[in-house]
């Protein structure tokens, strides 16, 4: 399955941050598989499960291009749909183990690089630049590397 192949693109992009920037080009080519995805309307839990890891994969690939720092952001809130889309994913699979894992990995602080709350999740974030003009225009950037 193509959608497959652009997700293990997408793990090794995540892993080299001088490649993040390359995560816009696969949000795209995984969009236009999840609205294949969802334009067939099978139904059904398996159905379910492919739109959540569809989705999963898109907001994955919108953080990790915030996070290069470059112009032209997606939405401020990526992060927070990709906590929603893990959950749908845990939820349908109905598996308790990977539930506890994605939970967990959801919940760890072992990822953050900093105690301070984050100013901006994209230098060019229209919401982060209105927010850094009042209270957050001390704390550091996400985009800290």
């Known amino acids: ?18 490649n993040w920037p390359e995560a816009y ?3 795209h080519a995984l969009r236009k598989q999840t609205l294949a995805v969802e334009k067939s309307n099978a139904g059904g839990k398996d159905h379910n499960i492919h739109v ?9 690939a919108k953080v990790i291009y915030n996070a290069s720092g470059k ?5 401020h ?3 927070q749909a990709l906590v929603l889309a ?23 602080r072992d990822h953050l690089k900093s105690d301070q709350p ?11 630049m209105r927010k850094s003009r009042g209270r957050w225009q001390n704390t550091p950037n996400l985009v800290q590397r």
């Open 1 to 18: 399955m193509l959608h497959l192949v652009i997700e293990r693109a997408l793990l090794n992009i995540a892993a080299t941050p001088e």
């Open 25 to 27: 080009d696969v949000f």
């Open 52 to 60: 959540f890891l569809l989705l999963l994969a898109e907001n994955v």
């Open 71 to 75: 112009a032209a952001p997606f939405d």
């Open 77 to 79: 809130d990526s992060g």
């Open 86 to 108: 893990a959950a749908g994913v845990a939820m349908h699979l109905d598996d308790p183990a990977f539930s506890e894992y994605v939970w967990k990995a959801i919940s760890s």
């Open 118 to 128: 984050v100013a901006m999740c994209n230098p060019h974030c229209s919401v982060c």
